[in-house]
């Protein structure tokens, strides 16, 4: 089972719109949760990094939160654009585990629509 | 300066042939990982490098798959006897340091690998 469920798997906003992107992780021992934004056909492309002591964290129009206790956390995209259009994956990784294994999400696909 | 490179940019073989996929990771990264990504899914964790030498290849699915990074740069994967499902993205992407810490991942734009 895969340790890191991101939902919802994909949605459509029109441009100018708000959205918010949900991660659960059942990793643990937490070390840090990151998301990224894939473009078609490119590599993903870091948006936030957050360890256990930082619940929320924005960068331009995206703003990441963590909720540790409850092994949560979101992203959120203010006044969404068509370049906003991509999917976005939610990787953790654990203190304990291997080192440079992260555990990714399945990822969110948004299509933002004018 | 320049990003990560991999090359080449897609790569069509025959089931059974013998396949290598290179990656140029950012220069003085001494971390470099390699990720296979199937359609709709997020990457799947493959090897690890630190420096020369592996530091975790528990990703690696069976043994016709094998990667190396003789000089701490440059690294290969190299699949042997490919199968169709070995057909997917293989994502490349390197941090100046590796394990768990917070550096940032920069990833490679991937190297599309069809198997017929």
């Known amino acids: 089972k895969n340790q890191v469920e991101q939902s919802p798997q994909s949605l459509i906003i029109l441009e100018g719109k708000n959205c918010t992107l949900q991660?659960?992780?059942?990793?643990?021992?937490?070390?840090?949760l990151r998301w990224y934004k894939q473009d078609t056909g490119r590599g993903p492309v870091s948006l936030t990094i957050?360890?256990?002591?930082?619940n929320t964290k924005s960068n331009g129009r995206y703003t990441a939160t963590l909720d540790a206790d409850t092994k949560q956390s979101s992203l959120h995209i203010t006044a969404s654009q068509l370049s906003d259009s991509a999917s976005y994956i939610c990787?953790?990784?654990?203190?304990?585990?291997?080192?440079?294994?992260?555990?990714f999400g399945a990822g969110t696909q948004v299509v933002v629509t004018p | 300066g320049a990003g990560v490179s991999q090359t080449p940019s897609n790569k069509v073989t025959e089931k059974g042939k013998y396949v290598e996929l290179r990656c140029d990771p950012i220069?003085?990264?001494?971390?470099l990982y390699w990720y296979r990504q199937s359609l709709g899914q997020g990457p799947e964790f493959l090897i690890y490098?630190?420096?020369?030498?592996?530091?975790?290849d528990s990703g690696l699915p069976n043994d016709r798959f094998f990667a190396v990074r003789p000089e701490g740069s440059v690294s290969t994967l190299k699949i042997q006897r490919t199968e169709r499902g070995d057909s997917a993205v293989y994502l490349c992407?390197?941090?100046?340091?590796?394990?768990?810490?917070?550096?940032?991942?920069?990833f490679g734009p991937g190297t599309r690998l069809t198997v017929t």
């Open positions: 220069s003085g990264h001494t971390a």
């Open positions: 490098f630190q420096g020369t030498g592996a530091a975790d």
């Open positions: 957050m360890t256990f002591s930082e």
């Open positions: 992407a390197s941090s100046l340091k590796g394990g768990t810490s917070v550096y940032e991942q920069y």
């Open positions: 990787v953790v990784s654990s203190s304990t585990d291997s080192w440079g294994k992260f555990q």
């Open positions: 991660c659960n992780y059942t990793v643990s021992p937490f070390s840090n």
